[in-house]
């Protein structure tokens, strides 16, 4: 019930192509989805979030797309940069109190010249 | 400047031993966590501290003892080191609720056991 599934486990991309990363997950009652960029040997940081209320959010060439029916998010990253390699991570929580964010199992990011 | 920090940056330690990682924030944030990256990049978290209480407690052995003296400070001790336990341990912080606050993470302790 609190698992978030993602894929794929890595992905290259050329520069200036489209990062397409996904993750589903169980739980109904989910309803905060953020995605983590962490880069080699550094800790993750917040990206981008989204509630169920929308369907998407940009920021810059971010973009979370949400599917609450099919209970699927992406993660879309326009004119990807050697810059955005890194591993990238969803998360999803229920948003009332204590309760733990569940982190997807990771996509190792790669865009090559 | 830095958000959160821990110490040290690498640990190097023979299995039996008995270690301790400290995390130190100055956002003032009133939530501390940590959380086990493993080799294979999974990121679980282990404890979560709210106001100096416990507030999260996964299904993590009872060698792994976390202690905050203060709602800035959140130290992991380790007792009876194994070789399963090499990970990097990741220390961070949100303003208030663990569910939907952005969580700012530490550097990491990347531990090694031998």
């Known amino acids: 019930q609190q698992q978030v599934k993602q894929s794929p486990q890595s992905l290259i991309v050329q520069k200036g192509g489209i990062s397409i990363i996904n993750c589903a997950y169980e739980?109904?009652?989910?309803?905060?989805f953020p995605w983590y960029q962490q880069f080699p040997g550094k800790g993750p940081a917040l990206l981008i979030a989204i509630r169920p209320d929308v369907s998407e959010k940009k920021e810059g060439r971010f973009t979370i797309s949400f599917n609450k029916s099919a209970k699927q998010f992406s993660l879309h990253i326009m004119d990807s940069q050697p810059g955005d390699s890194a591993t990238y991570f969803c998360a999803a929580s229920l948003h009332f109190g204590n309760e733990k964010l569940t982190f997807g199992t990771g996509t190792r990011l790669t865009i090559i010249p | 400047d830095t958000a959160v920090s821990q110490t040290p940056k690498y640990l190097v330690t023979q299995m039996g031993n008995d270690k301790s990682i400290k995390c130190e924030q100055n956002l003032g944030h009133d939530t501390m966590y940590w959380y086990k990256q493993d080799s294979k990049k999974f990121l679980k978290i282990m404890f979560s501290y709210n106001n100096k209480e416990l507030i999260i407690n996964e299904t993590v052995p009872n060698r792994f003892s976390p202690k905050s003296p203060d709602k800035a400070h959140l130290n992991l001790h380790i007792n009876s080191l194994e070789l399963g336990d090499s990970a990097v341990y990741f220390c961070a912080s949100s303003r208030g609720q663990p569910s939907t606050d952005t969580q700012y993470f530490g550097p990491g302790t990347r531990l090694t056991v031998l």
């Open positions: 739980n109904t009652a989910f309803d905060y």
